[in-house]
């Protein structure tokens, strides 16, 4: 079965930094999506992407969040200037079509990033 | 705004019997759809069955299948014959029919026991 990837694996930052999480879907998806699990809590919704731009965002995703597509094959989420909140586990997810979504949606197996 | 909540944190079956996880939902949508996700320690986020809000008929896929109770805003996950394997988080989560958001439940922690 096809995969999404996501690297680093795990990634370790100092507060105030800029860190990049990375992507890449599956080769003929054309949706894009960012999800983040804090430790013991829900999975949230951050952002949709689309045609090379936002689709939908939650109100998590503010200005300190941004996505770029910048090639044809990874997807990437940076966060400008990290705050201890932040630490989570961000999951990537892609899949063909946007439809009624009653196709599946494959999710990556994570980013945990950890602010110091 | 649509929310799952899951009122079961945790829960534990003995291996080969059956287990149902709880989930109920609320959405303003006409149209929607319902997920089980399964998430092991490996923490990646494994689609177990979907459901179509306008199907009456309740989704199956091997051991797992679902109690949907539309009017009762209930999607029940049964699974049977329980294995080792199926130690996991489980997670509800619905969709609204454009489709390009999920609003996951808290999750229930499943532990199979041998």
């Known amino acids: 079965e096809p995969e999404v990837t996501q690297t680093p694996s795990h990634q370790v930052t100092q507060m105030g930094q800029e860190v990049i999480l990375r992507c890449v879907p599956i080769?003929?998806?054309?949706?894009f999506y960012w999800y983040r699990q804090i430790l013991g809590q829900k999975v949230e919704f951050l952002v949709s992407?689309?045609?090379?731009?936002?689709?939908?965002k939650s109100e998590i995703f503010d200005d300190q969040f941004s996505v770029e597509r910048p090639d044809g094959s990874n997807f990437t989420l940076k966060i400008r200037s990290t705050k201890l909140e932040d630490s989570a586990m961000y999951f990537c997810?892609?899949?063909?079509?946007?439809?009624?979504?009653?196709?599946?949606?494959?999710f990556g197996s994570g980013t945990q990033l950890s602010v110091l | 705004a649509q929310t799952v909540t899951q009122s079961q944190p945790e829960m534990s079956v003995q291996e080969a019997e059956t287990v149902t996880l709880s989930c109920t939902y609320d959405?303003?949508?006409?149209?929607?759809?319902l997920f089980w996700y399964k998430q092991p320690p490996s923490r990646q986020m494994i689609l177990v069955i979907r459901?179509?809000?306008?199907?009456?008929q309740n989704a199956t896929e091997n051991r797992f299948s679902v109690n949907f109770q539309k009017a009762a805003k209930s999607f029940s996950l049964k699974i049977s014959d329980s294995q080792l394997g199926d130690t996991a988080m489980y997670f509800c989560?619905?969709?609204?029919?454009?489709?390009?958001?999920?609003?996951f439940g808290g999750g229930t922690r499943l532990m199979v026991k041998p």
């Open positions: 080769s003929n998806h054309l949706y």
């Open positions: 989560a619905s969709s609204n029919n454009a489709g390009n958001m999920l609003t």
């Open positions: 992407f689309y045609n090379n731009e936002i689709s939908e």
């Open positions: 459901q179509e809000a306008y199907k009456q």
């Open positions: 959405t303003s949508e006409s149209n929607y759809y």
């Open positions: 997810a892609s899949r063909e079509t946007r439809g009624p979504l009653n196709e599946k949606l494959f």
